[in-house]
């Protein structure tokens, strides 16, 4: 079948939405209200009964890949030692509140940025600290997110000695050319190298891999995917590009310096020959856009629990935690971050609060985290079944074939999961009645 032919088999949308509903991206500025309101539910007792993932995050990066839109700072190495101060101030305040003192974390996730910026003690002294200060299950895992280029052997050998799980590096093409255009610093076969020395270290390592790149062809991202199949990776995070504007790469896009990305049916393409290869190597597609072959990752509590489970995350620009019904954002300038945190104020730039009408449609967003919908609990939390809120929707959704629905689940067929974004944001955008007893 040509891939004409084979889009036109996939086609549900007239395209693929990028990003899902209730990110960051919808987060209000803070106000003191809201900053009241944050601090006094703190105070409360954490009763979601799930574990929940420590992420503190280092904003530095020594590098400015082209597409980038994170948060990171420019690595000053003057600023490392106030900071990391800084950080464990804001640890220790959250560490304080009865929230945290009533949550037990089962994940430590050092985040940014790129933390293999700092030296291997400087990372695993946060970690330690966290230890020391936070509850965490006797079951529970360490990962550090890295950049191949300011990782060496040294560094590696002491994340394993000291039980560091998994490292989630990102790597996103093996090509030189690709790497090149997005200005990631070293080649592909020096990631490789680094790969291959953590694994035999007993590293787990999970990469991401962007595809839908200018000038990325579906035979350079099957060259990608194979040489991630080839390494024996636990997990391979695979993620489409999105031009963020303002970025170097939209900036080169638009002064034809480099080429535009493919369209959508280019990229629903390339992620239909990720699926593919994956699944047919072993590989299941867990979480937003995970391929894994572990354990770990398919049990994730923080995954399985959305959306009660929690992400407490401290740093400067740290964007993705969410503790019961508030989700929050970080200032982002360092400077700006170590002055507040040194004041005793919680250093957050940015809140949103849900309603129980964000809630019941973050449970049904758990069809684009790939997890079922359970009818049964979501009817004891919110008093209906879902079809009952999203009668129209869920019947469309069937029709399309996007969806599977059964007495007891809701869940994505293979046809869903290519759709799953826009699948999310039909439920956002649908209006629903509220009965009473919602809690
Ligand atoms: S390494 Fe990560 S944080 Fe740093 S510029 Fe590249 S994408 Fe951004």
Redesign the pocket.
């Known amino acids: 079948m040509d891939a004409d032919s084979r889009i036109e088999m996939l086609r549900a949308y007239e395209f693929r939405k990028q990003w899902p509903p209730y990110t960051y991206r919808e987060h209000w500025e803070v106000t003191s209200e809201l900053l009241n309101s944050f601090t006094k539910f703190l105070e409360t007792e954490n009763v979601s009964g799930k574990f929940m993932e420590l992420q503190p995050w280092i904003t530095f ?1 020594d ?3 082209t597409f ?1 839109y ?1 948060p ?1 700072s420019i690595f000053r190495r003057e600023l490392v030692d106030p900071y990391i101060e800084a950080l464990k101030k804001e640890l220790k305040m959250y560490s304080e509140t009865n929230y945290v003192k009533t949550s037990l974390f089962d994940e430590i996730v050092l985040g ?3 933390p293999s910026v700092l030296s291997a003690e400087q990372c695993l002294d946060i970690i330690s600290f966290c230890k020391e200060h936070f509850n965490i299950a006797e079951d529970y895992m360490i990962k550090i997110t890295c ?1 191949t280029h300011n990782l060496d052997e040294y560094k590696l050998r002491k994340f394993a000695e000291y039980g560091v799980l998994q490292l989630d590096m ?1 790597v996103q093409s093996f090509n030189n050319k690709v790497r090149r255009m997005l200005a990631i610093q070293d080649s592909g076969e020096h990631a490789e190298e680094i790969i291959r020395t953590a694994k035999k270290l007993g590293l787990y390592v999970c990469i991401d891999l962007m595809y839908n790149l200018p000038g990325q062809t579906i035979e350079i991202w099957r060259e990608d995917l194979k040489k991630a199949i080839e390494l024996e990776l636990e997990g391979v995070d695979c993620y489409p590009l999105e031009v963020y504007p303002g970025t170097m790469l939209d900036l080169q896009i638009r002064n034809g310096e480099v080429p535009a990305p493919g369209d959508w049916k280019t990229e629903a393409l390339m992620y239909v020959e990720a699926v593919e290869l994956f699944t047919s190597n072993g590989y299941i597609p867990v979480g937003h856009d995970r391929f894994t072959r572990v354990r770990e990752h398919i049990e994730e509590s923080c995954l399985n629990g959305w959306p009660w489970a929690g992400i407490l995350t401290t740093g400067a620009g740290c964007f993705m935690g969410y503790l019961g019904r508030y989700a929050y954002q970080n200032i982002e300038n360092p400077y700006k971050y170590i002055e507040t945190v040194k004041q005793g104020v919680f250093p957050i730039a940015k809140i949103s609060v849900s309603t129980d009408e964000d809630l019941i449609k973050k449970v049904m967003e758990r069809l684009y985290l790939r997890l079922p919908v359970d009818k049964i609990e979501f009817k004891e939390k919110f008093g209906r079944f879902p079809e009952e809120f999203f009668p129209d929707v869920i019947e469309r959704l069937k029709n399309k074939g996007l969806i599977e629905v059964t007495d007891k689940e809701i869940k994505l067929t293979k046809l869903g999961d290519i759709w799953r974004i826009n699948i999310a944001w039909e439920f956002a955008n649908t209006q629903i009645n509220l009965p009473a007893t919602t809690k």
């Open positions: 990066c590098s400015r890949c980038c994170y990171a940014g940025g790129t950049s990102g």
